[in-house]
């Protein structure tokens, strides 16, 4: 028999009515608790707390506890506890009619189990910042609830018969899998039998392999062959790049379409709500989109024609939703319920509030996230965990504050007063200060705040610079509950302006996340295994540590398919990038790329430390070398203009791009063949050596005694191979790379460049370039 929990059940069955996304501030998981122990600890005794009931229904067993039950055989009642914070009239129509039905159904459990007539239903709303109580109370007869319950029954009955079918035909077909080529590629075979073996073991895999090798396909396919026979409910592919989804999805596609019989295998792409939203002048409820009006309604047609389209990419998605009138991005949240390989950002696992994640945790799924790029992972996840609370955005983002957020702005703004005032009196103002906590003196009006926002945009949906500030309030307040030694608090100071009036020592509160880990471990405990893949993973341990990976995490690093012969690797150890020895870099840099660009033109990538230093070369050389054809980035550059720097780059006419290593050149661009011969890597990439990142070296050694190399070298480097990644990409490529730093002579440095790379012999890698006299007046050599 199978077996349904109550609220599984109603969530699935009972949801009627629109979307009711009304900016209402939802209590932390910790006030829930606390919210349903106050409520039950007030009652009278013989009150029981979390009273279990099961039934059988349909042919389902249905169970669950129910918060209370008050036991007095004159006065019998269950009674149901929700949370909630600000108005009550912030909870929809929508919401109450899935309380109440979670209700009725224990109702209906109650009086199978325990042959009584009728029961008194108790719905209690609890507010959980002024602890007080609101009722709803109903006396219905069994065969009522009963009647209902059945009803609920019937309709998941039939998903769930519908499900187990698709389940087991997924299934047999996932058996007879087939490669979607005739062979594997050189290496690849390896890649995916590792793969396989560590899902086969349940133990969560670092897989670094060579860009060119097919990652995307090598992990995949062993992935959907694990799904049959380790029982898996879902594989979610992960990507810290918009062009990795693509990768994903097309790889899917070519499995599925290279099979001699039909795959019944449902693929999903999510994307983010700013990049699906058709109406993003609204806020998500009934009143103000009319994508979200009547949405529950609308979804079991959509939900039945997503399932048997299959494939629901951004575009199908798109297709569906205009048919039925609904929100594509609430459309494609709710088939990650019913989806067997989902296709999303690494946010959508590894985030505070992560769809996947939860959703995993509430179905009680066997998952395996797979992760590309995933070098990308411990900074997007320090992203994840961090935030910006400013004064000035706080105070002066909402252009035209209306009368009811004057005052708790005022309020807001004498409270950030107290907390600058003893900083901005010391005689040697710092440009920040490294708190020890997280300051509460702006919690009280940030709550304060955050009630009349949620007040105001219940009739005003449009205020999105309103909408900015509520959420990075909320945002502050999660992370500052949480807060400890895996993160870093500062105060600083910033300019303002407030239209003419020029504001001084406006204050910017940031928490900093330095470890992951201590946010992201139960991640992956959660996951049968995980699988973490990229080009540059090395050393294993950095990741382990930083990510709160399984102690048994494999470590495989797969031959690459290429060889030394392809690469002529120069270390240019005689020029030094130290910023303090930066323009006297310049004339000895521009002449080497000169001379390689006239000896062998094509197309180059050159990358260096920063926007001034790109800015530097590139006034350079358009002085100096007038005839090279030269096109730099910049900062804040459009897709378009992305696109059109890559072609510029890449065209049959020779060409040099000037790039910032570890910017968005630096990985995820693909030019094989002749459209990349050479790239020269001008820098060793540590990032700078500020306060806070000598905090971040410290911090780590402390706690795993690695700390110079886990806040400076692995970082570093990584963006040095990733780089130099963009110039071998098949078999068939050729080129140079030119790495370019007197420390690239040291051990240490060179024992983190991939083994298959080979330095060179020729003199050119060591000789001391000066420029000609046609080249540029006569300089002295750096370094």
């Not at 070519?254 to 039909?262: D, L, T």
């Not at 033109?601 to 006034?619: E, I, M, Q, R, T």
Request: one cysteine or more; hydrophobic letters at 40%.
């Amino acid at each position: 028999m199978n077996s349904v929990s109550v609220n599984a059940l109603c969530e699935f069955a009972a949801r009627t009515g629109s979307l009711e996304f009304r900016y209402t501030p939802a209590p932390s998981a910790v006030e829930g608790i606390v919210g349903h122990r106050t409520v039950q600890e007030r009652r009278p005794d013989p009150y029981v707390a979390e009273y279990p009931l099961r039934a059988e229904c349909e042919g389902l067993e249905v169970s669950g506890r129910v918060d209370g039950y008050y036991a007095n055989v004159r006065d019998c009642y269950l009674e149901e506890i929700k949370t909630h914070r600000g108005k009550l009239t912030r909870i929809g129509p929508g919401k109450r009619a899935l309380h109440w039905a979670q209700l009725k159904v224990y109702g209906a459990l109650f009086c199978r189990q325990t042959s009584r007539a009728d029961i008194r239903l108790r719905l209690t709303y609890f507010e959980v910042r002024r602890e007080e109580e609101s009722h709803d109370d109903e006396i219905l007869e069994a065969d009522e609830l009963w009647a209902f319950l059945t009803e609920l029954c019937r309709r998941y009955r039939l998903w769930l018969a519908q499900e187990q079918a698709h389940r087991s035909a997924r299934d047999n077909a996932l058996k007879m899998l087939q490669f979607p080529f005739a062979g594997f590629r050189a290496g690849q075979r390896l890649l995916s039998e590792t793969v396989y073996k560590a899902l086969h073991g349940g133990n969560s895999l670092l897989l670094q392999a060579p860009t060119g090798i097919g990652k995307t396909l090598g992990v995949l396919f062993p992935a959907l062959h694990a799904l049959p026979v380790q029982q898996l409910d879902r594989v979610f592919y992960l990507t810290c790049r918009n062009t990795g989804k693509s990768l994903a999805l097309d790889g899917m596609r070519r499995i599925v379409e290279a099979q001699s019989e039909p795959v019944p295998i449902r693929v999903l792409e999510l994307s983010a709500l700013e990049a699906s939203c058709d109406h993003p002048e609204a806020a998500c409820h009934g009143d103000s989109c009319p994508l979200a009006n009547g949405f529950f309604d609308k979804l079991p047609a959509a939900r039945e024609e997503a399932i048997a389209c299959g494939f629901l990419d951004a575009d199908a998605l798109r297709t569906i939703a205009r048919r039925h009138s609904l929100c594509r991005y609430f459309l494609a949240q709710e088939m990650a319920h019913w989806c067997d390989v989902v296709v999303a950002d690494v946010n959508h696992y590894f985030d505070q509030h992560a769809l996947l994640y939860a959703l995993t945790q509430q179905n009680d799924w066997r998952v395996v996230p797979l992760v590309d790029e995933a070098h990308n992972l411990i900074d997007r996840a320090r992203a994840m965990y961090s935030i910006r609370l400013s004064e000035a955005a706080l105070l002066y983002t909402i252009r035209k504050p209306p009368a009811a957020l004057r005052k708790p702005l005022g309020q807001l703004e004498s409270a950030w007063r107290e907390l600058i005032k003893p900083y901005l009196e010391q005689e040697d103002t710092a440009p920040h200060y490294r708190l020890e906590d997280v300051p509460d003196v702006l919690n009280d009006a940030l709550y304060g705040l955050i009630a009349a926002i949620t007040e105001y945009l219940s009739d005003n949906h449009r205020a999105r610079d309103i909408q900015e500030v509520l959420f990075t309030a909320l945002g502050f307040l999660r992370l500052a509950e949480s807060f400890g030694d895996h993160s870093l608090c500062t105060l600083g100071f910033e300019h303002a302006a407030r239209g003419q009036q020029n504001m001084t020592g406006s204050g910017v509160l940031s928490i900093d996340n330095l470890i992951p880990a201590d946010h992201i471990a139960e991640r992956f405990k959660t996951a049968h295994a995980v699988v973490l893949f990229s080009a540059t993973l090395n050393p294993a341990q950095y990741y382990r540590d930083l990510l709160g990976m399984p102690v048994d995490t494999r470590w495989q690093d797969v031959p690459s398919p290429f060889n030394s012969q392809q690469i002529d690797l120069r270390l240019v150890t005689n020029i030094s990038t130290r910023l303090d020895r930066r323009d006297r870099s310049l004339p000895l840099l521009a002449a080497r790329v000169k001379r390689q660009c006239s000896a062998v033109p094509g197309n180059y990538l050159v990358f260096l430390s920063s926007l001034a230093y790109v800015d530097a070369f590139y006034d350079y050389c358009r002085l100096h070398f007038p005839e090279l054809r030269i096109r730099r980035q910049h900062s804040a550059m459009t897709n378009a203009q992305r696109r059109e720097f890559i072609a510029y780059v890449s065209d049959a006419q020779p060409g040099i791009g000037i790039c910032v290593l570890g910017g968005i050149f630096g990985e995820g661009i693909d030019l094989p063949g002749e459209q990349l011969i050479g790239v020269f890597i001008a820098t060793l990439g540590l990032p700078p050596n500020d306060e806070n990142r000598e905090y971040l070296k410290n911090i780590l050694e402390q706690r795993y005694g690695n700390g110079y190399n886990y806040a400076y070298l692995y970082p570093a480097m990584t963006k040095v191979v990733q780089a130099a990644g963009r110039l071998i990409r098949t078999p068939e490529d050729r080129g140079v790379i030119e790495l370019i730093d007197d420390r690239y002579r040291l051990p240490g440095i060179t024992a983190l460049l991939p083994h298959w790379w080979q330095v060179s012999s020729s003199p050119v890698a060591q000789e001391i370039v000066r420029p000609t006299a046609g080249d540029q007046p006569t300089g002295e050599a750096g370094g």
